[in-house]
């Protein structure tokens, strides 16, 4: 009998708490992401006919299919409540499709927060599938599979078997390579400056900084310039000739949004943008609160819209009041000026009970939950509190008609700072001291400091600066900066020396060969602009196979002249020295690069042929034998660790082992996601993880 409502959603965790509001007349299921996608193994687009697509059901979505097809038959109706945006709308259009639901029915609902009101206002206001949007992300989706099906062929071909290239990552390539050539090209310059350290007459101490002369900086280029200056005042009266004061205020950031969020939490969790996203996503999704059970806490976190509703901006107002006072409200509401070309589809991100303070449900949430639910409700609080404002204060001191300048401040009232400061305003409550001064006073010289500098280069990129380049340039979309940053991570095309981003070989040596035959393809206003197409065709008036024809008309051209220009071309890599000693000669064996990717062979290369496979131990014991486990790739390039005793023990497993044993029946437990697992069956424990933290579940 048919008696209920299905809602789908994309994970598990939003099925929960949807469920929760949405009661007994309701059954919500998850399609777990994406079920029908461009087949891997082949192009599956039809050049000559439009560039039609042909999709497959996901290898390995067999049975969830089968689930959601078996549901729907027996429900009375059937709601797409995938995420509320691009990809979103693609996985609700494929579900319709498999589902055979009518695209011009109202079965389409989206929430921008799972609270139980924005679950039913999402339930009472169905719609019919964006059309535009969906194939707004289909042509983004074929347009990435065609350069990247065309393009790594050529460098598989002229560098080494297994490697890729994307449409925007090798944008991203270019900016870190460009960066790092920059570097090493860099001349530094010498220059000098000049420190006074200066007394008031009762006995008050300061500095002030050389400025110039007569109101025009002079820039000191040497020592000699540098010696002759303090040669000519160091005898002189050092003269309070100006001071100017005043009052500055400074205006709180706004709440976050996908990118800033991405950005800050690098900055200041040291969160990688990958792990930033997953995390916020476990957020909005719903997370089992002691006293409330799941329940979202933070509202849609793909967004570029700095949008806040206005019982939000009320209730944060009446928590200002409660907490600080009223004093710490701002005389009118405020508005923040969207980024142009925003789509401005959903709110800021922000928390969608802001009365639920951080510490209320530290219990509840992992480490790096609570981490990123602080940063994000101090952010949102802040961003509707008072300004800063600061008492300023600028003194020129003269000397010989030479100009020492100092200034400072202090703090009138600390407004939003009183909660949470940006990175880039850490300095906001640093005050500088400096002694009640008169204009025609005369202070007391205790030193005069030279010191030389040299200019420094541009420093090398990080995270959080990558994707505030790739933001304000207009590459990709901030939803997409944590795949990008982790896919040419994980094809060694970059690595991370500390925070920094720096090229490898590898990454250098595609970057080149890229550049030569292909300089569109990573031309940062050629791509900025392609996302302005991509993006015209969500209203409906661009046509989104024409603009693959003009993309890949050109293209074609330029693959095929490349292909033909560097026939005769081969790159090879240099090889790496390792301490490994070659068991058939004794020399020193290298890390090379072959068509299956990184090998080992010996240093004596021809004379001895040894070779071994690249692979890494894990510093921890095989639970069958007790031989250390390895990290391994398959051909296809897949990471998998197993026994280095293969083949005489065949423990392999695609999970990572921790050295963590199971408390319950000290088994070995394996890393899942954010989950450490133990697979005895009868066991089944499972751990919820952090990098700090491990935490019992269940």
Known sequence: MNIHKLVIVESPAKAKTIKKYLGS?????????????????????????????????????????KKLKDKATKSQRVFLATDPDREGEAISWHLAYILKLNTEEENRISFNEITKNGVEIGINSP??????????????????RLVGYKLSPFLCQKIHKGLSAGRVQSVALKIIVEREYEIRNFIPEEYWSI?????????????????????????????????????????????????????????????????????EASYKLHFSAKRTMKIAQELYEGVNLEKTGYTGLITYMRTDSLRISKIAVKECAELIKLTWGEKYLPKTLR?????????????????????IRPEMIEKSLTSDQFKLYNLIWKRFV???????IQNTIRIEITANEYIFKV????????????????????????????PDLYVGEICDLKALVPEQHFTQPVARFNEASL?????????????????????????????????????TELGEAVYELIHKYFPDIIDIKFTAEMEKKLDSIEGGTTNWSDILSDFYGDFAQKLELAKEESKDIKINLKSTETDIICERCGNKMQIKFGKFGKFIA??????????????????????????????????????????????????????????????????????????LICKNVDCNYRIKSTDQTEQHVG
């Open 602 to 675: 010996c240093s004596d290369y021809p004379t001895c042929k040894a070779v071994k496979k690249f692979i890494f131990s894990i510093g921890i014991d095989c639970p069958k034998c007790g031989c250390e486990i390895q990290e391994k790739l398959t051909r296809k390039g897949k990471k998998f660790y197993s026994c280095s005793a293969y083949p005489s023990c065949d423990f392999a497993s695609w999970e990572k082992p921790v050295t963590t044993k199971c408390p319950k029946c000290n088994s070995m437990l394996y890393q899942i996601s954010n989950k």
């Open 25 to 65: 007349g309701y059954d919500v299921i998850a399609s777990n992401g994406h079920i029908r996608d461009l087949p891997v193994k082949k192009l599956s687009i039809d050049i000559k006919k439009n560039f039609t697509p042909t999709y497959d059901i996901i290898k390995g979505k067999e049975a969830v299919v």
């Open 335 to 355: 508005k923040f000026k969207k980024k142009s070309g925003a789509q401005d589809a959903h709110e800021a991100i922000r928390p969608t009970y802001v009365m």
């Open 467 to 503: 994707i505030k380049y790739l933001d304000e340039n207009g590459i990709g979309r901030p939803s997409t900066y944590a795949s990008i940053i982790s896919t040419i991570l994980y094809r060694e095309y970059i690595k991370k020396e500390v925070k920094s981003l720096v090229p």
């Open 382 to 388: 802040a961003s509707q509190m008072a300004n800063c």
């Open 127 to 144: 719609r019919k599938i964006d059309l535009p949007l969906v194939n707004a992300q289909q042509a983004r989706r074929i347009l990435d």
């Open 195 to 263: 420190t006074a350290e200066l007394i008031k007459k009762e006995n008050q101490f300061f500095i002030a900084n050389f400025f110039g002369k007569k109101n025009k900086a002079i820039l000191l280029k040497s020592q000699q310039d540098t010696d002759k200056i303090i040669a000519e005042i160091k005898n002189s009266e050092f003269i309070v000739t100006k001071i100017t004061k005043g009052k500055r205020n400074k205006s709180p950031a706004p709440p976050f949004i996908t990118s800033s969020l991405q950005q």
């Open 407 to 434: 200034s400072g401040f202090n703090i009138f009232f600390d407004g939003f700072t009183i909660l949470y400061t940006q990175n880039q305003d850490n300095n906001l409550k640093t005050e500088i001291s400096i």
